[in-house]
């Protein structure tokens, strides 16, 4: 059973980061770009005292997942426009970009934003959601 995705939002003046961990593959881009600011060995993990307001904004744009987000103070994260767009990560998920809606198999839906990472390799512990299982086993696909 999926359970109700945990978020977590950092502050710092005017900018909010949003992380949301049900989203993440761990493709580690985020803290191997910016490490000052994105460390899992440190609780809490981002520090958005860190590095300057576009700097940190240039690599939450990098996140893969859409895990990560960002907006300023009172409003809501940017939202995707456009067309949808599926790509294939090498050894990795199926990334959506843009909205769309997961229809599950006991017949609830969920509404997804930003981009989604579906599982490919069938190892994730929240399918049909990619968790970053693939490195673990070592998929290749």
Same mark, same amino acid.
């Given at each position: 059973m999926i359970t109700k995705p945990t978020e977590r939002t950092y502050k710092n003046g005017e900018l909010e980061v949003l992380w949301q961990p049900a989203k993440c593959i761990h493709s580690k881009i985020c803290w191997n770009?910016?490490?000052e600011v994105f460390n899992p060995n440190r609780r809490p993990w981002v520090d958005l005292n860190a590095a300057d307001q576009e700097t940190i904004m240039k690599q939450v744009d990098q996140c893969p997942s859409g895990a990560l987000s960002y907006s300023f #103070?009172?409003? @809501?994260? #940017? !939202? @995707?426009?456009? !067309?949808? @767009?599926i790509q294939v990560l090498p050894n990795g998920p199926l990334l959506i970009n843009g909205n769309c809606t997961v229809n599950m198999p006991d017949g609830s839906a969920q509404e997804q934003e930003g981009s989604t990472a579906l599982c490919r390799c069938g190892a994730s512990a929240n399918k049909p959601f990619c968790d970053g299982q693939h490195k673990k086993i070592g998929f290749e696909g």
């Open positions: 770009g910016l490490e #103070k009172g409003q @809501s994260p #940017k !939202a @995707s426009t456009g !067309a949808i @767009s």
